[in-house]
């Protein structure tokens, strides 16, 4: 009988974010992302310059865990998430720390999208979940062997999640998803009446 095994493999980390400790107030966490989104002014120019239907804080804050101490709590369990995940990727960091170099903001409206891309200077990025309507978009993976596969005929429609040229992830309300920075991913339409509010992050190697 032929052996054939996964070789490669691109791992995508799921959790509740409370795994590591107390349960994060949702409500007060989306009231505080409101709070911030509506006198960040700055990141309200800087979303309608650049295109991005909604608001982020991505361009605009860099200090969300002192701006509201729900924001610190958020980080403290980042932080055991990532490191769960790290060992989990067989990292061999060499006496240095994934450490957290930037969280934002996001919250899109009916209709909005979030383009493919990935997250060229970090090591793991990830989301955390706050407000999820129904109707709001998953979260869209790309297979990063993709462009490479020219000649290679499409998959059938039943077939095994990890044989996809795409995964669609549907996340709930105060999960954490994380992977691994150079993976290509995407926001598809978020087709509710009612706002999608996450908060995106990443982790660099220092």
Known sequence: MADIKSLFVTRLYHAKLSEFGDTVDPGELEASCWSIAQDDEAGQQWSEDNGYPGYTSYASLTDLGWRFPIFADVIKLLDAHVAAFARDLAF???????????????????????????????????????????????????????????????????????????????????????????????????????????????????
């Open 92 to 206: 061999d960091l060499d006496g240095r720390a994934l450490k957290l170099e930037d969280i934002w903001i996001n919250i899109l409206p009916e209709g909005g999208i979030h383009t493919s891309h990935i997250h060229p200077h970090s090591v793991i990025s990830g989301t955390t979940y706050v407000a999820m309507p129904d109707g709001a978009s998953a979260l869209k993976l790309e297979d990063p062997r993709l462009p490479m596969m020219m000649a290679a005929p499409g998959r059938v429609k039943d077939a095994p999640e990890e044989l996809r040229a795409f995964a669609y992830i549907a996340p709930e309300v105060g999960d954490v998803l994380l992977w691994e920075s150079w993976l290509r991913h995407e926001v598809p339409m978020n087709m509710s009446e009612d706002d999608r509010i996450s908060v995106s992050f990443n982790y660099s190697w220092q």
